[in-house]
């Protein structure tokens, strides 16, 4: 496949959970001891910050409805993630959670769009046509499709699907499919 080529007006949306950190089979983050940074993601970042103006994350958390976690305890696990990713030279500009259990009326859980809008609203200079979601779910790939994203799936589980544009397996994969 050809790489994309990105600019400076370009932005990144990563989910959490298999992406920047080790999912918990059947079960969640619930804090920082548990917290543990896939392979490669603290040297990929200060690359990352190099290349977009713009890095946000978008996860779904339904642990806090689910009784598990409060709001003030992930916030914590997110400013530790953050944090860590500046200390190594990269950052985060911004972190969206769905607090939510899945249901029809809930806009904001991945795979509806509802974290892309409030990020639009937050950083009206997004430009959905020129940014990339990077996940490793299908509704990771439904979310950055449903406002025109490029997207990048972090798995070999999928076959071919209309919503992933790109397959990697790591996030430092990504590098290799951008020119700037």
């Known amino acids: 496949m050809q790489p994309i080529l990105i600019d400076s ?30 392979d490669g993601v603290l040297e990929t970042m200060p690359k ?25 305890q992930l916030d914590e696990i997110h400013q530790n993630m953050m944090n860590m990713i ?6 985060i500009d911004a972190v969206y959670y769905a607090p ?3 249901s029809e009326e809930n806009n904001l859980r991945k795979p509806k769009n509802g974290m892309a809008l409030l ?4 950083f009206p200079e997004i430009d959905f046509t020129k940014s990339v979601m990077i996940g490793d779910k299908l509704s990771d790939m439904k979310f950055g499709k449903s406002v025109k994203m490029t997207t990048f799936c972090i798995s ?4 071919n699907s209309s919503l992933i544009d790109y ?14």
């Open 9 to 38: 007006s370009w932005t990144l949306f990563l989910d959490r959970d298999g992406v920047i950190n080790k999912n918990i089979d059947g079960g969640y983050v619930l804090d920082w001891e548990q917290f543990e940074f896939l």
């Open 48 to 72: 990352l910050a190099k290349l977009f103006t713009r890095i946000i994350v978008v996860t779904n958390q339904q642990c806090i409805a689910k009784g598990l976690l409060t709001h003030e």
């Open 86 to 91: 500046e200390l190594n030279g990269g950052r």
């Open 100 to 102: 939510d259990i899945e």
């Open 119 to 122: 990020a639009k609203n937050d």
């Open 156 to 159: 070999n589980s999928y076959k």
């Open 167 to 180: 397959k990697i397996l790591t996030l430092a994969d990504f590098l290799s499919y951008v020119k700037y």
